[in-house]
C-alpha cells in the first residue's frame, strides 16, 4: 500500500477593511510584505486602511476591468510629495488588495468615486 503525505498550507493571515463602496476587502500578510518592502512604503502601511475607507478619488484600471486605483496626495514622504495608490482586484465574491505604491501622477481610468 502506496502512504501519500498531503503538504498542508500555512495559514495565510489577514486583514479585512471595508472601503468607500461599503465592501470587504482583504490584504493578506503576504500582500503587505510585498508592499512594504519598498524602502519609501516603511511608513505607509498604516494608511491603506485609511486609504479604502476614504480615498480622494477612485479609478478603474484601464488594463482590467476587474481593478480599481484608490488614490490620496501625501504632502510629505520620505520621497516628497506623492500620491498613495493601492490596487485592489475583484473577483465574484471576493475583493484583495493585489499591492500599494507612490506615484507622481495617478493613472489614468474611468472614474468611480466620488461619485457626483
Known amino acids: 500500500m502506496k502512504e ?7 495559514t495565510q493571515r489577514m486583514k479585512t477593511f471595508t ?5 470587504a476587502v482583504r490584504l493578506t500578510d503576504e500582500r503587505l510584505a510585498h508592499i512594504l518592502e519598498h524602502q519609501e512604503m ?15 478619488f477612485v479609478r478603474r484600471s484601464r488594463s482590467d476591468d476587474a481593478v480599481r486605483l484608490f488614490y490620496a496626495y501625501y504632502p510629505e514622504t520620505i520621497v516628497g510629495g ?3 495608490c493601492v490596487v485592489v ?3 465574484l465574491s471576493d475583493a484583495f488588495v493585489v499591492t500599494g505604491y507612490l506615484t507622481d501622477k495617478p493613472k489614468s481610468g474611468a472614474p468611480l468615486w466620488p461619485t457626483s
Open 4 to 10: 501519500t503525505t498531503e503538504k498542508k498550507r500555512p
Open 19 to 23: 472601503h468607500c463602496f461599503g465592501l
Open 42 to 56: 516603511n511608513e505607509m502601511g498604516a494608511e491603506i486602511e485609511r486609504l479604502l475607507a476614504v480615498p480622494q
Open 82 to 84: 506623492k500620491w498613495l
Open 89 to 91: 482586484k475583484y473577483l
